[in-house]
């Protein structure tokens, strides 16, 4: 019985794991490799070789954004391409109207408005960026690791309308924090918990429902044992 209940918890934690939400891979275009979300509206910028490259003030603007706009974590493998000095916005949580939000200040990662300026990036390679938000506070994270958190006491981090900025500078500034740069994904996500998730091919079975499938078999078997055993 006690292996069962071990069993029985297992497929029951696997299946309430957070996920991996949205993937935009650039493979051919900007649509949801998951077919979960609606496509990448970009402003200049090419698609090739499976990467989005821009330049100054050339970037992508996501729709109905996150499953919960106060709850999230987006996950960016990318590459600055002139210049990691100054002020470089990379997500903008306000449609452009406000000077807030995720940067590249001075090759470290900051959310002006509440902190950071943590990490340590080079020009010309690629590296993956992370925020999460979960019960009101920020998170930052640089090739998987967390570096910094600390209250979003004013709520910045929070779209109103659900609508996320990548890349372009927002005009409170004169769209004058901006850069050129190379993204080889985006990644939505319900946590920070399934950050550096690989992808599933095409018609790919998930592993807990691959479980679940094979979950009788195995409890058969455990049973079948159990009473030869008897």
């Known amino acids: 019985m006690k292996k069962y209940l071990i069993l029985l918890g297992l497929f029951t934690s696997l299946s309430a794991n957070a996920a991996l939400l949205k993937s935009y891979d650039f493979d051919g275009g900007l649509t949801d490799t998951l077919s979960n979300g609606s496509d990448l509206i970009a402003s200049g910028g090419t698609v090739t070789g499976g990467r989005y490259d821009f330049t100054d003030n050339q970037g992508l603007k996501l729709t109905s954004a996150l499953a919960n706009t106060s709850d999230y974590a987006i996950e960016i493998k990318m590459q600055v391409n002139d210049s990691v000095g100054g002020f470089n916005k990379v997500i903008d949580f306000s449609e452009l109207a406000s000077d807030t939000g995720l940067y590249i200040l001075s090759g470290k990662l900051n959310f002006f408005g509440a902190g ?28 998987g690791t967390s570096l910094w958190s600390g209250a979003d006491s004013t709520g910045h981090g929070i779209s109103a309308s659900n609508i996320l900025n990548f890349f372009e500078d927002d005009n409170a500034t004169n769209q004058n924090e901006s850069f050129a740069g190379s993204v080889d994904f985006i990644r939505i996500h319900d946590d920070a918990s399934t950050f550096g998730s690989v992808i599933a091919p095409p018609n790919a079975v998930p592993v807990p429902a691959a479980l679940f499938m094979f979950a009788p078999a195995l409890l058969g078997f455990l049973g079948l044992r159990r009473k030869t055993q008897a």
Do not use: I, M, Q, Y
């Open 116 to 143: 950071g300026n943590v990490g340590s990036l080079t020009l010309n390679t690629d590296f993956t960026v992370g925020l999460a938000r979960s019960g009101g506070n920020l998170e930052l994270f640089l090739n």
